[in-house]
């Protein structure tokens, strides 16, 4: 079998380090596709993405092709089947929220654009650097020719984390849930949706009432701990380990693209995908929603209903991704 070009962004970088040899040792792609990566990083990122590929060689990986390094976009996307855009420029201290978008603007325009000139005619792109949905909208809209749903942002960590809460609190195995989404951005404002969510096929719904004695008290728990708690995670793991979510990151962007590629089945998973109106959401954003895959891409499940509260919640996310690509299209950028 051909080798899959992956091209990773930022891999020099906390979460590389975790993806990279994640992704050579199968665990993305499937035990029987080689794999070639490639990795783009800054000059001053260099010696980080060579390390990786230096501990890359000592795994002796049977699927791994092959390993390039540069910091030239357009030969990190030459052929490239998927993109994962991991490198970011992070807030610093005095940084405005238009000063963030513009810098990071100035890396997703131009990655797009590379994309659009120099990558496979089935290339894939997830983007998880920050802030996502918005740096996933920039990437596309530079790349013209390629379809706006082959870009997505991940926001599986926080479908993971919202599964592994809620897991916790009904304690029961992660395996035993189902139908968990998280919409909007992929920030403090998402909203971690558990109406339409199973236990071992019953609603989670009853089955918190029950475990916390009634209705009101199940809806006060996700209105006060739980949506909270899986939206100020990041914030949760940075307090306690000093720096921000690294092999979870990295996990939630290995089973984005394994599912995207090994396809969903009847389940859904939750990330950023480019918005056609569905519920709502305005044509062109990528805003987080139910998704499934079929193999060739993430497609938005519809379908659900949203209660007043869930309404509420969603347009609220909604409204801040509105007002960064308001931002970006006023900084000219797109
Ligand atoms: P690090 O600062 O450890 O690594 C980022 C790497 O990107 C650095 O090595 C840097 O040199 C490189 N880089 C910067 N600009 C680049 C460019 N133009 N081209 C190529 N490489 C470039 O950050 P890390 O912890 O790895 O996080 C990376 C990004 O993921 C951040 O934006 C972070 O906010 C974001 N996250 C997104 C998550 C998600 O669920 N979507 C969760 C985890 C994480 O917070």
């Given at each position: 079998m051909d080798a899959t070009t992956v091209t990773v962004t930022g891999a020099g970088g906390q979460i590389g380090y975790s993806l990279l040899f994640r992704i050579a040792s199968g665990d993305m792609l499937g035990a029987d596709r080689p794999v070639r990566l490639r990795l783009l990083e800054i000059p001053q990122g260099l010696k980080g993405a060579e390390g990786a590929a230096l501990e890359l060689q000592d795994c002796?990986?049977?699927?791994?092709?092959g390993v390039e390094i540069t910091d030239d976009a357009r030969v990190a996307f030459d052929g490239a089947n998927l993109a994962l855009l991991v490198g970011a420029r992070p807030r610093t201290a005095g940084m405005e929220r238009a000063d963030l978008l513009a810098a990071n603007a100035g890396i997703f325009g131009p990655q797009g654009a590379a994309l659009n000139d120099v990558a496979a005619d089935d290339i894939r792109v997830a983007v998880v650097g920050n802030p996502a949905n918005t740096n996933a909208l920039i990437a596309a809209a530079s790349a013209?020719?390629?379809?706006?749903?082959?870009f997505a942002a991940l926001t599986r960590l926080d479908h993971d984390r919202a599964v592994a809460q809620l897991a916790a609190a009904l304690d029961v195995p992660v395996a035993h849930l189902r139908g968990v989404v998280v919409w909007g951005n992929h920030s403090a404002t998402q909203f971690p949706d558990v109406a339409h969510a199973t236990v071992d096929g019953r609603p989670v719904l009853d089955a918190l009432a029950d475990r916390l004695g009634g209705a009101d008290a199940a809806t006060t728990w996700l209105d006060e701990e739980f949506v909270p708690r899986v939206a100020k995670r990041g914030a949760e793991i940075i307090a306690v380990r000093g720096s921000s979510s690294a092999a979870s990151a990295a996990n939630a962007a290995i089973s984005h693209v394994r599912d995207l590629v090994h396809r969903t089945g009847d389940a859904w998973t939750s990330a950023a995908v480019l918005s056609h109106?569905?519920?709502?959401?305005?044509?062109?954003l990528y805003s987080s929603a139910p998704v499934s895959s079929d193999g060739t891409g993430y497609r938005i499940v519809e379908g659900l209903e949203l209660d007043d509260r869930g309404r509420a919640r969603l347009d609220a996310s909604v409204a801040e991704l509105v007002a960064e690509r308001d931002a970006v299209h006023a900084l000219g950028v797109i």
């Amino acid at each position: 079998m051909d080798a899959t070009t992956v091209t990773v962004t930022g891999a020099g970088g906390q979460i590389g380090y975790s993806l990279l040899f994640r992704i050579a040792s199968g665990d993305m792609l499937g035990a029987d596709r080689p794999v070639r990566l490639r990795l783009l990083e800054i000059p001053q990122g260099l010696k980080g993405a060579e390390g990786a590929a230096l501990e890359l060689q000592d795994c002796a990986f049977p699927l791994l092709a092959g390993v390039e390094i540069t910091d030239d976009a357009r030969v990190a996307f030459d052929g490239a089947n998927l993109a994962l855009l991991v490198g970011a420029r992070p807030r610093t201290a005095g940084m405005e929220r238009a000063d963030l978008l513009a810098a990071n603007a100035g890396i997703f325009g131009p990655q797009g654009a590379a994309l659009n000139d120099v990558a496979a005619d089935d290339i894939r792109v997830a983007v998880v650097g920050n802030p996502a949905n918005t740096n996933a909208l920039i990437a596309a809209a530079s790349a013209p020719d390629i379809p706006g749903d082959r870009f997505a942002a991940l926001t599986r960590l926080d479908h993971d984390r919202a599964v592994a809460q809620l897991a916790a609190a009904l304690d029961v195995p992660v395996a035993h849930l189902r139908g968990v989404v998280v919409w909007g951005n992929h920030s403090a404002t998402q909203f971690p949706d558990v109406a339409h969510a199973t236990v071992d096929g019953r609603p989670v719904l009853d089955a918190l009432a029950d475990r916390l004695g009634g209705a009101d008290a199940a809806t006060t728990w996700l209105d006060e701990e739980f949506v909270p708690r899986v939206a100020k995670r990041g914030a949760e793991i940075i307090a306690v380990r000093g720096s921000s979510s690294a092999a979870s990151a990295a996990n939630a962007a290995i089973s984005h693209v394994r599912d995207l590629v090994h396809r969903t089945g009847d389940a859904w998973t939750s990330a950023a995908v480019l918005s056609h109106g569905e519920y709502g959401v305005p044509d062109g954003l990528y805003s987080s929603a139910p998704v499934s895959s079929d193999g060739t891409g993430y497609r938005i499940v519809e379908g659900l209903e949203l209660d007043d509260r869930g309404r509420a919640r969603l347009d609220a996310s909604v409204a801040e991704l509105v007002a960064e690509r308001d931002a970006v299209h006023a900084l000219g950028v797109i």
